[in-house]
């Protein structure tokens, strides 16, 4: 398809349990970004790939977070050791360029039980 | 502390008006703005996007206006459809926090027939 692509789509996990979120950009577009949502909240930014470099991590919210795009295409988002807190929504982003409008996959929803 | 506000969680207008949304925001480094729609089940969809160096952009039915000095901005959407109804964030950028998107919470836009 042309959209950005996220799968699953659901995951339910046990606490403690690793998961790993995949992301498919628009092709061609070198930018990626992966947002975190929690219920009733606006996305928030977690890190920024551009091409397979990974060019911003402050948004991550502890070393259990680990982001790659290792040939700066798809992107995995994994979180180790998951805690309920972690239940949100996941959305990846991709966009041509940096600071242009960000094309928003339908996200992966994250539930620890 | 939210940089991005979006004081009415929710609005409802009728089929034909005019909807108008608004956002307030506290970072006057904040240079690029956007506006994302979100129905349900999916990922955000932009909408448009206002440069600080202009204070109107229009896109068919949908205007955005911003007013630096009172650091606001908003969506006007005539006239308003059924199809409209949907989720809003307002996002702002600036090249100080790099690419990230900052979002608000949103507001839930209610169109009637």
């Known amino acids: 398809g042309a959209g950005v692509s996220q799968s699953p789509r659901y995951k339910v996990a046990k606490r403690g349990q690793d998961v790993a979120l995949r992301c498919d950009p628009i092709?061609?577009?070198?930018?990626l970004f992966w947002y975190q949502q929690a219920l009733g909240q606006g996305p928030e930014f977690l890190t920024y790939?551009?091409?397979?470099?990974?060019?911003?991590k402050s948004g991550l919210p502890s070393d259990r977070f680990f982001a790659e795009r290792p040939e700066g295409s798809v992107s995995t988002l994994k979180i180790q050791r998951t805690q309920q807190e972690d239940s949100a929504v996941y959305l990846c982003a991709s966009s041509l360029v940096a600071r242009q409008g960000q094309y928003f996959g339908a996200g992966t929803r994250l539930s620890v039980l | 502390d939210q940089q991005v506000k979006q004081n009415s969680p929710s609005l409802s207008v009728q089929e034909g008006r005019i909807s108008i949304l608004n956002c307030d925001y506290t970072?006057?480094?904040?240079?690029?703005f956007l506006w994302y729609k979100k129905y349900p089940a999916e990922g955000p969809t932009f909408l448009i996007s206002i440069s600080s160096i202009k204070d109107k952009n229009e896109d068919g039915r949908f205007t955005v206006f911003l007013n630096k000095s009172a650091k606001h901005l908003s969506l006007h959407i005539v006239p308003s459809q059924p199809g409209d109804s949907a989720v809003y964030f307002c996002?702002?950028?600036?090249?100080?926090?790099?690419?990230?998107?900052?979002f608000g919470k949103g507001t839930t836009l209610s169109v009637s027939s």
């Open positions: 970072n006057s480094m904040f240079d690029y």
């Open positions: 790939f551009q091409n397979e470099a990974q060019l911003d």
């Open positions: 996002a702002a950028s600036s090249i100080q926090a790099g690419t990230a998107l900052i």
């Open positions: 092709s061609g577009h070198v930018s």
